[in-house]
């Protein structure tokens, strides 16, 4: 009887915990963080490695108050720069209460083949793991044919067997209800850590820095995006006029690339500060003045330093050896 009593009150206890997102790039992580909150925090775009940094949201409910973390894809390939993010994804995990990978469900119907590569990382990092970790399958909006999406489920856990899996469409919402019960369900009983209303723990003016990058990412082709970096070098708030000033630096690797990011007669650099200033009047509800400046800076992608000093990566990194996840992948 007491046990039956105490079991009842822990399920309308207040829930409060951190839950990483981790996921190879382009799976939707950030199109999730984005449908959980309700609000547009993390930037999304069609290509991949868009996330470069750990960014949370923070989703307050009655019943629980659920931290969002939201990490760069986990891939394979090589370099400085993508050994930064590998290192910032894997911290997310090592302050998570719970695990949730997130997949392209669209993408292996085409590409099976890509299935146990984008699994086998997740898999073995978490093998030997305690808390509770679920599987996303999103982008199930684009199965017409929902037949389809059956034998994927079985596959994913053919290869994936002790995973809980969870058919969902970040874009529409679909499955997201199920899935965000079965979540607050398995976090400690604790009260909120952060105040209601606060929507992140990054600061403001990382927001703006993103913003930027996400209209450079929009904007530019090919490869060139992965070449830039943003960072502010003013963000002055006026409260009393409502204005904000933010200078911002864009970096590139080459002189050739600066030209590209300025485009014919300033045409490109105009459009993206537009936007830019657009969306960053909207999240601040402020009056905005950008001004860009584009500098080169030479292979900086492989500048340890000033990558680790631009992505917040920290010394918790070193929790999750990337040379060491590099081997697993091989
Ligand atoms: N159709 C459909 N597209 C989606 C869905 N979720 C995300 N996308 C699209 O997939 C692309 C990548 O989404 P992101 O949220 O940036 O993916 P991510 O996993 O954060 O990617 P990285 O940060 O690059 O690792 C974008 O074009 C999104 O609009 C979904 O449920 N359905
Ligand atoms: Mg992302």
């Excluded at 936007?275 to 992608?301: F, N, P, S, Y």
């Amino acid at each position: 009887m007491k046990k039956k009593y105490s079991d009842a009150r822990r399920q309308n206890e207040h829930r409060c915990g951190w839950v990483a997102l981790m996921g190879p790039p382009n799976a939707g992580k950030s199109t999730l963080l984005n449908t959980f909150l309700g609000q547009k925090l993390a930037i999304v775009t069609p290509k991949p490695q868009t996330t470069r940094n750990q960014i949370s949201g923070i989703l307050t409910e009655p019943d629980a108050q659920v931290i969002f973390m939201d990490t760069p894809g986990i891939h394979q390939q090589r370099g400085k720069m993508n050994r930064v993010l590998l290192q910032t994804a894997w911290q997310a995990l090592s302050g998570a209460d719970a695990i949730l990978v997130i997949l392209d469900a669209s993408l292996y119907v085409d590409r099976p083949d890509y299935l146990e590569n984008d699994i086998k990382p997740m898999r073995e990092a978490i093998a030997a793991e305690k808390r509770p970790v679920f599987a996303a399958l999103n982008k199930i909006d684009v199965f017409h044919d929902k037949s389809k999406l059956l034998p994927l489920l079985q596959e994913v856990q053919d290869i994936w067997s002790s995973a809980e899996l969870f058919p969902v469409s970040a874009l529409t919402g679909d499955g997201l209800d199920i899935l965000l019960k079965k979540i607050k369900a398995v976090l400690p009983a604790a009260p909120a850590q952060f105040p209601t209303d606060q929507l992140s723990t990054v600061p403001m003016r990382f927001m703006g820095a993103e913003i930027i990058r996400e209209k450079l990412f929009l904007k530019l082709r090919q490869e060139l995006p992965y070449h830039v970096a943003v960072e502010i070098e003013q963000w002055s708030e006026e409260p009393e006029r409502r204005l904000l000033t933010i200078h911002a630096v864009i970096y590139v690797g080459r002189s050739t690339h600066k030209a590209m990011v300025i485009g014919k007669g300033g045409q490109t650099i105009k459009e993206i500060g537009t936007q830019a200033r657009m969306d960053i009047e909207a999240l601040t509800d402020m009056k905005v003045h950008l001004e860009l400046w584009v500098k080169v800076r030479e292979g900086w992608t492989e500048d340890l330093n000033f990558l680790q000093a631009i992505s917040g990566a920290s010394e918790a990194a070193e929790a999750f050896p990337s040379e060491e996840f590099d081997r697993n992948r091989d």
